[in-house]
């Protein structure tokens, strides 16, 4: 979903919490997988390999997922926001699989306080009735707000606008469990769909984290990104049986018309993530080493069951 490396930030929990070593992964029945593995190293070399057996090695700074159930382990959200937010309050999860954000609050406003600020956060306000979410750059730069939700079928829509061009990437997990990468207890993992602006061709792809480690389902599908253009999107995850799960993702400008059939569709048996419950996690990214992110926004979340 990202600049393919593992962040090298370690999320503050009151005391210091050492990340352990890095599990193995296995693409359990998935084809094309491009996987990431999340170490404490500066960089890590990723080798992936096409539809053709073509195998490609990757040297990135240290990654989507783009990718909660309890975020008990992270750290607590800003202040809780103005009472003008109906969720404000909220520390359970929300009503089935039915959820709602749209921002409405003053500009410099704290997320309202049902996101949990899970890791890598730089910046999390509201601006001009819209979520801005910042990562703190670096070798893997993504930061990660979560919501309490209990969603197994599930569809989101949601906005996204990028003010810079060539660095920005924009990711919503369902099914997720609350972690951060391999920097928390428990560690990341979920079902993602992620756009990506900061590399060659610009798209759209579908990922998951298992363990802690995100991992690309086939390539990303090439899909023009334009900064600071409104673009809308919708992910849709469904149980297909007992072992299979259906990914299905698409964005196009909230000035147009929604593209006609999905511009990703991928199938998923990891066992782990099959019938699991879990919540919303908004994630940003930014390919940037240094210095500050261009303004990333979110809107308009709206969560149903599918």
Known sequence: MRG??????????????????????????????????????????????????????????????????????????????????????????????????????????PWPSHWTD?????????????????????????????????????????????????????????????????????????YSMFVEDFRQPEGIGVWREVNGVEQMLEPSVPVSVEPNVRYLARVRITQLDGGTTSLQASFWPASGSEPDGWQVERTDSTASLQGAGGNLAVDTYTSLMSGTSPDMFVDDIIVAAA
């Open 118 to 190: 899970v890791g890598g956060v730089a910046l999390a306000d509201v601006q001009g009735g819209r979520g801005r979410l910042l990562p703190t750059p670096g070798p893997y730069a993504v930061a990660r707000m979560v919501t309490a939700l209990d969603c197994t079928d599930v569809e989101v829509t949601f906005s996204f606008e990028f003010a810079g061009e060539g660095t920005s990437g924009v990711g919503m997990y369902v099914r997720h469990n609350g972690g951060y990468l391999q920097q928390t207890m428990p560690q990341g993992q979920g």
């Open 4 to 109: 393919l490396a593992p962040n090298l930030l370690l999320l503050a929990l009151g005391s210091a919490l050492a990340c352990g070593d890095p599990g193995e992964t296995t693409d359990e029945g998935s084809t094309g997988i491009a996987t990431v593995t999340a170490t404490v190293t500066a960089t890590v070399t990723v080798t992936a390999t096409d539809d053709t057996g073509t195998a490609t090695d990757d040297t990135a700074p240290p990654t989507t997922t783009t990718a909660g159930t309890s975020a008990t382990s992270a750290t607590s959200a800003s202040a809780d926001a103005t009472s003008d937010s109906p969720e404000s309050s909220d520390s359970e999860p929300h009503d089935e699989c039915a959820f709602s954000e749209s921002f409405d609050l003053p500009d410099g406003s």
